[in-house]
Protein backbone atom coordinates (compact mmCIF):
# COMPACT_ATOMS: atom_id res chain seq x y z
CA UNK A 1 0.00 0.00 0.00
CA UNK A 2 0.89 3.82 -0.25
CA UNK A 3 0.98 5.74 1.93
CA UNK A 4 -1.04 9.14 1.63
CA UNK A 5 -0.85 13.00 3.33
CA UNK A 6 -4.41 12.92 3.28
CA UNK A 7 -7.63 11.15 3.09
CA UNK A 8 -8.45 10.69 -0.60
CA UNK A 9 -10.57 13.60 -1.30
CA UNK A 10 -13.94 13.19 -3.10
CA UNK A 11 -16.19 16.07 -3.77
CA UNK A 12 -19.20 15.59 -5.72
CA UNK A 13 -21.59 18.68 -4.41
CA UNK A 14 -25.35 18.27 -4.43
CA UNK A 15 -26.75 21.40 -5.74
CA UNK A 16 -29.80 23.13 -6.31
CA UNK A 17 -31.44 22.79 -9.51
CA UNK A 18 -30.63 26.09 -10.44
CA UNK A 19 -27.37 25.98 -9.60
CA UNK A 20 -27.59 22.94 -12.47
CA UNK A 21 -29.24 25.04 -15.12
CA UNK A 22 -26.22 27.94 -14.37
CA UNK A 23 -23.63 25.26 -14.76
CA UNK A 24 -25.21 23.37 -17.84
CA UNK A 25 -25.10 26.82 -19.54
CA UNK A 26 -21.26 27.18 -19.01
CA UNK A 27 -20.59 23.74 -19.87
CA UNK A 28 -19.38 24.33 -23.31
CA UNK A 29 -16.84 27.70 -22.84
CA UNK A 30 -16.87 29.52 -24.99
CA UNK A 31 -14.31 29.35 -27.87
CA UNK A 32 -14.48 25.23 -27.55
CA UNK A 33 -15.32 23.28 -30.56
CA UNK A 34 -18.81 22.65 -31.33
CA UNK A 35 -18.45 18.84 -30.50
CA UNK A 36 -17.16 19.54 -27.50
CA UNK A 37 -20.39 19.03 -25.55
CA UNK A 38 -19.95 15.32 -26.65
CA UNK A 39 -17.02 15.19 -24.45
CA UNK A 40 -18.92 16.69 -21.70
CA UNK A 41 -22.13 13.99 -22.08
CA UNK A 42 -19.26 11.36 -21.92
CA UNK A 43 -17.71 12.63 -18.83
CA UNK A 44 -21.69 12.75 -17.11
CA UNK A 45 -21.89 9.04 -18.08
CA UNK A 46 -18.30 7.96 -16.99
CA UNK A 47 -19.08 10.08 -13.45
CA UNK A 48 -15.87 10.58 -11.93
CA UNK A 49 -12.19 11.25 -12.60
CA UNK A 50 -9.43 10.04 -10.42
CA UNK A 51 -6.66 12.64 -10.22
CA UNK A 52 -3.21 11.66 -8.72
CA UNK A 53 -1.75 14.55 -7.42
CA UNK A 54 1.69 16.09 -5.42
CA UNK A 55 -0.44 19.31 -4.99
CA UNK A 56 -1.38 19.48 -1.77
CA UNK A 57 -5.78 18.95 -1.00
CA UNK A 58 -6.00 21.77 0.90
CA UNK A 59 -4.64 23.91 -1.90
CA UNK A 60 -6.69 21.70 -4.48
CA UNK A 61 -10.00 22.52 -3.06
CA UNK A 62 -10.98 25.46 -4.72
CA UNK A 63 -9.97 24.03 -7.65
CA UNK A 64 -12.25 20.76 -7.00
CA UNK A 65 -15.20 22.70 -5.50
CA UNK A 66 -15.68 24.96 -8.55
CA UNK A 67 -14.87 22.20 -11.56
CA UNK A 68 -17.86 20.27 -9.17
CA UNK A 69 -20.03 23.38 -9.22
CA UNK A 70 -19.53 23.37 -13.30
CA UNK A 71 -20.01 19.44 -13.60
CA UNK A 72 -22.30 18.02 -10.82
CA UNK A 73 -22.54 15.00 -11.69
CA UNK A 74 -18.45 14.43 -12.11
CA UNK A 75 -17.19 13.31 -8.99
CA UNK A 76 -13.19 14.28 -8.19
CA UNK A 77 -11.50 11.47 -6.31
CA UNK A 78 -8.27 13.30 -5.52
CA UNK A 79 -5.70 11.19 -3.99
CA UNK A 80 -2.47 13.49 -2.32
CA UNK A 81 0.89 12.28 -2.32
CA UNK A 82 4.55 12.83 -2.29
CA UNK A 83 6.53 13.15 -5.74
CA UNK A 84 7.88 9.70 -5.47
CA UNK A 85 4.81 8.07 -4.17
CA UNK A 86 2.95 9.37 -7.23
CA UNK A 87 4.93 7.73 -9.79
CA UNK A 88 5.26 4.00 -8.16
CA UNK A 89 1.85 3.63 -7.21
CA UNK A 90 1.03 4.60 -10.92
CA UNK A 91 3.34 2.49 -12.28
CA UNK A 92 2.73 -0.48 -9.93
CA UNK A 93 -1.22 -0.14 -10.83
CA UNK A 94 -0.31 0.18 -14.90
CA UNK A 95 1.67 -2.60 -14.84
CA UNK A 96 -0.83 -5.09 -12.31
CA UNK A 97 -4.03 -3.96 -15.38
CA UNK A 98 -6.29 -2.71 -12.66
CA UNK A 99 -7.68 0.90 -11.79
CA UNK A 100 -5.24 3.19 -11.39
CA UNK A 101 -5.37 7.47 -12.43
CA UNK A 102 -7.09 9.01 -14.65
CA UNK A 103 -4.94 12.04 -14.95
CA UNK A 104 -1.48 12.32 -13.61
CA UNK A 105 -0.60 15.59 -11.90
CA UNK A 106 3.11 16.44 -9.98
CA UNK A 107 5.13 18.54 -9.29
CA UNK A 108 8.17 15.65 -10.13
CA UNK A 109 8.41 17.48 -13.50
CA UNK A 110 11.11 14.56 -14.88
CA UNK A 111 9.22 11.71 -13.49
CA UNK A 112 5.64 12.84 -15.13
CA UNK A 113 8.08 13.32 -18.88
CA UNK A 114 9.47 9.72 -17.97
CA UNK A 115 5.92 8.48 -17.88
CA UNK A 116 5.10 10.88 -20.94
CA UNK A 117 7.81 10.27 -22.93
CA UNK A 118 6.97 5.99 -22.28
CA UNK A 119 3.86 5.97 -23.80
CA UNK A 120 1.60 6.67 -21.07
CA UNK A 121 -0.21 9.98 -21.78
CA UNK A 122 -2.54 10.42 -24.34
CA UNK A 123 -1.76 12.86 -27.01
CA UNK A 124 -4.66 15.19 -26.57
CA UNK A 125 -4.47 18.92 -27.95
CA UNK A 126 -6.34 20.72 -25.62
CA UNK A 127 -8.68 23.64 -26.40
CA UNK A 128 -6.61 25.60 -24.39
CA UNK A 129 -3.49 24.67 -25.39
CA UNK A 130 -2.63 28.02 -26.95
CA UNK A 131 -2.50 29.60 -23.78
CA UNK A 132 0.19 27.54 -22.75
CA UNK A 133 3.57 28.75 -23.27
CA UNK A 134 5.72 27.08 -25.78
CA UNK A 135 7.85 25.61 -23.02
CA UNK A 136 5.34 24.42 -21.44
CA UNK A 137 3.76 21.48 -23.57
CA UNK A 138 5.44 18.89 -25.19
CA UNK A 139 4.04 17.04 -27.91
CA UNK A 140 0.13 18.01 -26.59
CA UNK A 141 0.58 15.07 -24.61
CA UNK A 142 2.02 16.55 -20.99
CA UNK A 143 1.48 20.28 -20.14
CA UNK A 144 3.03 22.45 -17.49
CA UNK A 145 0.18 24.21 -15.17
CA UNK A 146 2.01 26.95 -12.90
CA UNK A 147 5.12 28.98 -12.51
CA UNK A 148 6.24 28.82 -9.23
CA UNK A 149 9.46 30.17 -8.20
CA UNK A 150 12.04 28.13 -6.21
CA UNK A 151 12.90 30.23 -3.00
CA UNK A 152 15.66 30.96 -0.31
CA UNK A 153 13.62 30.76 3.09
CA UNK A 154 14.71 32.14 6.05
CA UNK A 155 14.08 33.27 9.42
CA UNK A 156 13.56 36.92 9.98
CA UNK A 157 14.29 36.92 13.59
CA UNK A 158 17.43 35.54 13.13
CA UNK A 159 19.28 36.27 10.09
CA UNK A 160 19.02 39.74 9.27
CA UNK A 161 18.18 41.19 6.09
CA UNK A 162 21.84 42.33 5.12
CA UNK A 163 22.80 38.90 5.05
CA UNK A 164 20.68 37.16 2.99
CA UNK A 165 22.01 35.90 -0.40
CA UNK A 166 20.57 37.25 -3.74
CA UNK A 167 22.61 35.19 -5.63
CA UNK A 168 24.19 32.04 -5.70
CA UNK A 169 27.76 33.46 -5.16
CA UNK A 170 26.20 34.96 -2.54
CA UNK A 171 24.46 31.89 -0.38
CA UNK A 172 28.11 30.23 -0.81
CA UNK A 173 29.94 32.95 0.43
CA UNK A 174 27.77 33.57 3.25
CA UNK A 175 28.12 29.42 3.87
CA UNK A 176 31.43 29.42 3.98
CA UNK A 177 32.18 32.94 5.92
CA UNK A 178 29.77 32.37 8.49
CA UNK A 179 30.42 28.85 9.08
CA UNK A 180 30.28 28.37 13.04
CA UNK A 181 27.07 30.75 13.09
CA UNK A 182 25.21 28.39 9.93
CA UNK A 183 26.59 24.77 11.10
CA UNK A 184 23.83 22.77 10.87
CA UNK A 185 21.20 25.59 10.47
CA UNK A 186 20.67 24.83 6.51
CA UNK A 187 18.26 22.92 4.80
CA UNK A 188 17.31 21.76 1.49
CA UNK A 189 15.27 18.81 -0.12
CA UNK A 190 16.36 15.08 0.71
CA UNK A 191 17.17 14.72 -2.90
CA UNK A 192 17.38 10.37 -2.71
CA UNK A 193 13.56 10.80 -1.10
CA UNK A 194 12.30 13.93 -3.09
CA UNK A 195 12.03 13.58 -6.84
CA UNK A 196 11.29 17.66 -7.02
CA UNK A 197 14.22 17.97 -5.12
CA UNK A 198 16.53 15.89 -7.14
CA UNK A 199 14.52 17.91 -10.37
CA UNK A 200 15.72 20.79 -9.21
CA UNK A 201 18.79 20.16 -7.74
CA UNK A 202 20.05 18.63 -11.15
CA UNK A 203 18.94 21.57 -12.74
CA UNK A 204 21.13 23.71 -10.74
CA UNK A 205 23.99 22.04 -11.89
CA UNK A 206 23.29 23.16 -15.70
CA UNK A 207 22.90 26.42 -15.06
CA UNK A 208 25.37 27.33 -11.87
CA UNK A 209 29.19 27.09 -12.98
CA UNK A 210 30.10 27.38 -9.68
CA UNK A 211 27.50 24.34 -8.59
CA UNK A 212 30.25 22.03 -6.54
CA UNK A 213 31.40 25.18 -4.82
CA UNK A 214 27.86 25.26 -3.61
CA UNK A 215 27.44 22.21 -2.89
CA UNK A 216 30.89 21.96 -0.69
CA UNK A 217 29.71 24.99 1.19
CA UNK A 218 26.44 23.41 2.21
CA UNK A 219 28.58 20.43 3.15
CA UNK A 220 30.72 22.88 5.36
CA UNK A 221 27.62 23.61 7.51
CA UNK A 222 26.52 19.93 7.23
CA UNK A 223 22.96 20.72 5.96
CA UNK A 224 20.03 19.02 7.27
CA UNK A 225 17.70 17.30 4.47
CA UNK A 226 14.08 17.00 4.51
CA UNK A 227 11.83 14.96 2.21
CA UNK A 228 8.81 17.74 3.24
CA UNK A 229 8.36 21.24 2.54
CA UNK A 230 6.24 21.53 4.87
CA UNK A 231 8.92 20.06 7.59
CA UNK A 232 11.47 22.49 6.70
CA UNK A 233 9.16 25.74 6.93
CA UNK A 234 8.36 24.69 10.15
CA UNK A 235 11.92 24.13 11.20
CA UNK A 236 13.09 27.57 9.99
CA UNK A 237 10.14 29.12 11.22
CA UNK A 238 11.05 27.70 14.99
CA UNK A 239 15.02 28.85 14.34
CA UNK A 240 16.33 25.16 14.45
CA UNK A 241 17.04 25.71 11.16
CA UNK A 242 17.99 29.22 10.15
CA UNK A 243 17.71 29.33 6.13
CA UNK A 244 16.37 26.91 3.27
CA UNK A 245 17.47 26.40 -0.19
CA UNK A 246 15.05 25.51 -2.92
CA UNK A 247 12.09 25.75 -1.52
CA UNK A 248 8.62 25.61 -3.46
CA UNK A 249 8.31 29.21 -3.73
CA UNK A 250 4.08 29.01 -3.49
CA UNK A 251 4.53 26.91 0.12
CA UNK A 252 6.46 29.65 1.31
CA UNK A 253 4.79 32.60 0.52
CA UNK A 254 1.21 31.02 2.05
CA UNK A 255 3.07 30.23 5.20
CA UNK A 256 4.81 33.57 5.56
CA UNK A 257 1.00 34.93 5.06
CA UNK A 258 0.55 33.78 8.64
CA UNK A 259 4.28 33.83 10.59
CA UNK A 260 6.05 36.71 10.68
CA UNK A 261 9.11 34.45 10.98
CA UNK A 262 9.16 33.33 7.75
CA UNK A 263 11.81 35.51 5.30
CA UNK A 264 11.31 34.83 1.32
CA UNK A 265 13.91 35.87 -1.13
CA UNK A 266 14.46 35.12 -4.82
CA UNK A 267 17.86 34.82 -6.65
CA UNK A 268 19.10 37.58 -8.92
CA UNK A 269 21.29 35.46 -10.99
CA UNK A 270 18.90 32.67 -11.85
CA UNK A 271 16.08 31.64 -10.33
CA UNK A 272 14.60 28.20 -11.35
CA UNK A 273 10.90 27.76 -11.67
CA UNK A 274 9.05 25.06 -11.36
CA UNK A 275 5.68 23.66 -13.36
CA UNK A 276 3.51 21.04 -12.37
CA UNK A 277 2.82 18.24 -15.31
CA UNK A 278 -0.50 17.12 -16.38
CA UNK A 279 -1.49 14.28 -18.71
CA UNK A 280 -4.21 12.36 -19.29
CA UNK A 281 -3.33 8.42 -19.27
CA UNK A 282 -3.90 7.18 -22.13
CA UNK A 283 -5.71 4.41 -20.73
CA UNK A 284 -7.89 6.31 -18.45
CA UNK A 285 -10.94 4.51 -17.52
CA UNK A 286 -12.92 7.66 -17.56
CA UNK A 287 -11.04 9.51 -20.11
CA UNK A 288 -13.85 11.98 -21.36
CA UNK A 289 -13.97 13.22 -17.46
CA UNK A 290 -10.04 13.35 -17.44
CA UNK A 291 -10.02 15.35 -20.58
CA UNK A 292 -12.66 17.55 -18.63
CA UNK A 293 -10.53 18.61 -15.51
CA UNK A 294 -7.37 18.97 -17.74
CA UNK A 295 -8.89 21.34 -19.64
CA UNK A 296 -10.24 22.89 -16.73
CA UNK A 297 -6.93 23.17 -15.14
CA UNK A 298 -5.51 24.88 -18.11
CA UNK A 299 -8.38 27.16 -18.63
CA UNK A 300 -8.95 30.79 -17.58
CA UNK A 301 -11.03 29.86 -14.84
CA UNK A 302 -8.97 27.45 -13.72
CA UNK A 303 -5.75 28.99 -13.64
CA UNK A 304 -7.42 32.03 -11.98
CA UNK A 305 -7.86 29.93 -9.30
CA UNK A 306 -4.81 28.27 -9.45
CA UNK A 307 -3.08 31.87 -8.82
CA UNK A 308 -5.67 33.34 -6.57
CA UNK A 309 -6.70 30.46 -4.53
CA UNK A 310 -4.52 27.91 -4.53
CA UNK A 311 -1.78 30.37 -4.88
CA UNK A 312 0.37 28.17 -6.82
CA UNK A 313 1.29 30.72 -9.80
CA UNK A 314 -1.11 30.92 -12.90
CA UNK A 315 1.14 30.21 -16.18
CA UNK A 316 -1.06 31.74 -18.26
CA UNK A 317 -0.27 35.33 -19.18
CA UNK A 318 -3.79 36.38 -19.54
CA UNK A 319 -4.25 35.56 -15.36
CA UNK A 320 -3.27 38.97 -13.49
CA UNK A 321 -2.50 39.14 -9.88
CA UNK A 322 0.21 39.15 -7.43
CA UNK A 323 0.72 35.07 -8.09
CA UNK A 324 1.45 34.74 -11.77
CA UNK A 325 3.27 34.29 -14.25
CA UNK A 326 3.12 37.66 -15.38
CA UNK A 327 3.61 39.52 -11.96
CA UNK A 328 7.06 37.37 -11.57
CA UNK A 329 8.18 38.51 -15.07
CA UNK A 330 8.10 42.22 -13.71
CA UNK A 331 10.08 41.14 -10.47
CA UNK A 332 12.87 39.05 -12.12
CA UNK A 333 12.26 39.39 -15.71
CA UNK A 334 15.53 37.36 -17.43
CA UNK A 335 16.42 35.63 -14.01
CA UNK A 336 13.62 33.37 -13.89
CA UNK A 337 14.83 30.35 -15.72
CA UNK A 338 11.70 27.93 -16.52
CA UNK A 339 12.44 24.16 -16.73
CA UNK A 340 10.98 23.39 -19.99
CA UNK A 341 8.08 20.43 -20.57
CA UNK A 342 10.41 18.18 -22.81
CA UNK A 343 12.73 15.10 -22.67
CA UNK A 344 15.84 17.34 -21.17
CA UNK A 345 14.32 16.23 -18.00
CA UNK A 346 15.37 13.08 -18.41
CA UNK A 347 19.14 13.63 -18.25
CA UNK A 348 19.42 12.49 -14.81
CA UNK A 349 17.02 9.85 -14.69
CA UNK A 350 19.76 7.31 -16.57
CA UNK A 351 20.67 5.00 -14.55
CA UNK A 352 24.76 5.63 -14.33
CA UNK A 353 24.39 9.70 -14.14
CA UNK A 354 21.83 9.35 -11.36
CA UNK A 355 24.13 7.04 -9.46
CA UNK A 356 27.27 9.12 -10.25
CA UNK A 357 25.76 12.47 -9.89
CA UNK A 358 24.28 10.97 -6.07
CA UNK A 359 27.55 9.76 -5.49
CA UNK A 360 29.48 13.22 -6.21
CA UNK A 361 26.62 15.36 -4.00
CA UNK A 362 26.93 12.93 -1.12
CA UNK A 363 30.53 13.80 -0.68
CA UNK A 364 30.09 17.25 -1.92
CA UNK A 365 27.49 18.23 0.22
CA UNK A 366 29.04 15.72 3.53
CA UNK A 367 25.89 13.22 2.83
CA UNK A 368 26.41 9.31 3.50
Given at each position: ?26 QT ?40 A ?65 W ?7 Y ?5 P ?7 R ?16 L ?21 V?F????H???L ?19 S ?19 I???Y ?40 L ?38 Q??T ?5 P ?28
Open positions: MFAKRRITLALALTLPLAAWSAGASAPAGYPADYAKLVEGAKKEGKVVVYSTTDSKAAEALIRDFSLYPAVKVEYNDMNSTEVYNRFISEAAAGGATADVMWSSSMDLQMKLASEGYALNYKSPEAGAVPGANWKDSAGTTFETAIVYNKLVPEAEVPTTHAEFTKLTTKLDKYKNKVTTYDIEKSGGSLITDLKDPQFWDFARALGGVAVRVQSTGTMLERISSGENLIGYNLGPALTRAKKDPSIGIAFTKDYNLVLSRVIFVNKSAKNINAAKWLDYILSKRGQTIIANDAQLFAIRADVTGATTSAELNKLGALKPMVDTGLLEYLDQGKRLAFLKQWKQAAGKK
